[in-house]
């Protein structure tokens, strides 16, 4: 039996670890990622890695500025926009909670948050709202939230929706990290059907808001979802990573995140978050645990969240 802190820590470390896999095959397309069982930390000999200069097992944006929200709530103790703002900043200047204070990645629509925040625009109105601002920016770094959070699911959706609108300001994005999360956390509860659980759950909360049931159903369609390809558009990353989870153990589910190609590290993230909950930290392989770099930014933070979880 897995124990619940052991699903806490396989759900940040599920994310670290598929985010760092996925790291040297982003941007290429699904026929030129390796064999599946080669998929790797390091890729294959003379593989046309991405963004070469960097170390295996070091996670990216995604799981930097996953930890920025995590260190945010633990200091916080609630979701405090204008902390996590801050923190996003500091990623982005100073490489903060970057392996190595190494920032090797951004997208378009959190770095133009970014500025905005740094110029002086509040958190909650720096994500930029239009229809083409969806990338899944704000969804891969979400998962913190709800592992950390002990609130109502209202409660939680509301947050989820609260921290996206900090880069990624369309209900749209909204919507994926509040239906993310609600399956993070029915996932951890070890629901029978954990996805369905959190769109019923999510349609209930939804009821009296037109415009989000709207996007809900029109455009994330839970029930009927477009085929995952691995993109970086945040329905397609949201349902890609819903894909991978449902091929295997964790191993599967990351390799098979990868192997969908283009936006390879956050399709990972978001799919391996899920997976590591599912099965516990210790159905996470040993050798990429022990290679993930950035221990000593993860652990403390990691074990503080555990000893604050009842």
Not at 72 to 100: P, Q
Not at 103 to 122: K, L, N
Request: net charge negative; with cysteine.
């Amino acid at each position: 039996m897995v124990i619940w802190k052991d699903r806490i820590a396989g759900g940040i470390v599920g994310l670290l670890v598929g985010d760092a896999l996925g790291v040297p095959y982003e941007f290429h397309p699904p026929d030129e990622i390796p064999p599946f069982d080669q998929i790797e930390f390091d890729p294959p000999p003379g593989y046309h890695r991405a963004h070469r200069g960097v170390p295996p097992g070091t996670w990216s944006d995604d799981g930097a500025q996953a930890l920025c929200l995590l260190a945010s709530l633990l200091e916080c103790g609630r979701f405090d926009h204008e902390d996590f703002g801050r923190r996003l900043i500091r990623w982005y200047a100073e490489g903060y909670m970057a392996v190595g204070g190494h920032v090797f990645d951004v997208g378009i629509t959190t770095r133009s948050a970014i500025q905005a925040m740094g110029a002086g625009t509040p958190p909650l109105n720096a994500g930029p709202r239009g229809e083409y601002d969806n990338g899944n920016g704000s969804l891969m770094r979400v998962l913190p939230l709800a592992l950390w959070h002990r609130g109502t699911d209202a409660e939680l959706v509301a947050d989820a929706q609260l921290q996206s609108r900090v880069t990624h300001g369309h209900l749209r994005s909204q919507v994926c990290c509040a239906l993310y999360c609600l399956w993070a956390r029915y996932t951890l509860n070890e629901a029978e059907r954990p996805w369905q659980q959190a769109v019923t759950v999510l349609r209930e909360l939804y009821a009296n808001h037109e415009d989000a049931t709207e996007e809900l159903e029109k455009s994330v369609r839970p029930d009927d979802p477009p085929q995952g390809k691995g993109s970086g558009y945040v329905v397609d990353c949201l349902h890609s990573a819903h894909r991978a989870v449902q091929q295997g153990d964790f191993e599967t589910v990351v390799r098979s995140a990868v192997a969908m190609g283009n936006d390879t590290d956050t399709t990972a993230c978001v799919a391996g978050g899920i997976a590591g909950i599912r099965d516990g930290i210790e159905r996470i392989p040993l050798r990429w645990r022990e290679r993930l770099r950035g221990r000593d930014l993860l652990d403390p933070m990691l074990e503080r969240l555990l000893a604050e979880r009842p």
